[in-house]
């Protein structure tokens, strides 16, 4: 169904950014990818989603240029297309401090020296990194690691940003100004390719959603982009409701669990706490739950 | 790419993992001069085939350096596959000059030689230890884990190729003459031995120089199949 998604996906040649033509990629002749035909617009938000080994991560590294397919073409709009990539294990035996990491790759893309000094400082402070300044990238904690990564991908602002499983490790904070920062990207005409697991944080912000199966890319229809419900409840245990598919994500305040939840799943949900003694004390819509708990 | 050269050298003195081949190669010459006087061409003559050994070793592990990973981001940030290998390569080639400097002062500083080393000596001898070492570093790119995946296909393969190049002149007595041209495909580690040995050290007209120039034109053949073959592979 290659074929359509990429008549679904596609835009006009005038905003095309990149596109893939019967893209096939074989490991020891395992056929990981096949037949994918694809076609990226300019400032647009893609979501690559999918199980754990399908190809998601191969098929951002063709496209980010870092693997050749086994057959089948990639076109770029633009030959030197500034691409930022964030891989999904970024290298733990870094031997360099956060910014010494960061100026160099900054002045290997050959960023203008005025530029980096601003915005990398910006940047590591953002994403609460300037504190470890004294420490090599390796002796960093996992997520720490992981800011380190991503920051590599933004400082240079570019046309097409690649995020492979960005939130893995992140806490709240650092997800909440990632969130941000691709918003930011996405208004300066950034084009932005992403995958993730279990995280509804992208939900809002993305335009395209796609999903790879057995190796075969398949467009997923329009996300509704819903309203959200804040669920205030008390008398009840986190355990109980942590695994619950439907919940967005939860909040402690003292004796009371706030629980976020998409409109159409608020009725179940209520029915569910109500089940479980619960007590409701109120339901209100709110516009994104991601913003409320900053 | 000179800040990815930068990057690369700053990131191996961290490594520490210059210690061994330079340790080594420092060792090499402070016992190869142990006795005085030396004669000057000669002795330079072999101090450069210990620097082709050395510099294939030196190539290695600034091509390992780089995790997979962080390979492919710099890729992507020097702007491709090219220009980050040629940017290691380089790497490896400053690493060498500094050692073919060390190789060639060292004699000189501490009165090794029986006479004086003049200008057509020192830059023929200085250029050889270069050749060679680039020779090394071209062979070491296409044993190295990039292009062979197996440790014993990449150090394997490196050692016996050294092994084989250096025993050159020996398997040329013994090889069949309709055989002979199957020797070009040999790495010409020796080839400039015989001309620097039987060279008077007057004029550099006086000494014959096909086999430098193949020994080049042989590197840069080999460098273009590892940018080739890395792209394949990737």
Redesign the interface.
Known sequence: MNREADKTGGGSAVTMLVELKDIDKTYDRKSVLKNISLTIDTQEIIAILGGNGVGKSTLLRIIAGMERPSSGKIIFRNKKMNIGYVPERFPKNIRFTPEEYLNYTAKISGMPESIMNKSIPDLLKRFKLEQFNNQWVMNLSKGNIQKVGIIQAIIKRPDLLILDEPLSGLDSLAQQELLEIIKELKKEGTTILLTYHESNLFHKVIDTTYRVENGVLTKETDIVKEPIKLLEVEYLNESHVEKWDEIISIERKKDKLLLYVQAKDSDKILYRLLQLQGSIIRVVTVEAPEEDNR | MK??I??TL??YI??HKYFPPISTFVILIFVFYTYRPNPIIDSYAVTSVMLYIISAWVCLSVLQL??P??R????????GWNRYYLAKLMTAVIIIIILSAYAFLYPIVFNMFGGRVTFTIGLVSFVNHIILAVLGISLASLFSKLIMRSTINSFGGLILTLVLSLAALGIERVFPSFLKNVLWVIPPATITQTPLVNWDGMYISGLSLFPFIWTIIYSLIIIFLFLQLA??L?
């Open positions: 800040n990815l930068k990057y700053h990131d961290r490594s780089d995790p990973v962080q492919q981001l710099m890729a992507i940030h020097v702007g792209k394949r990737r």
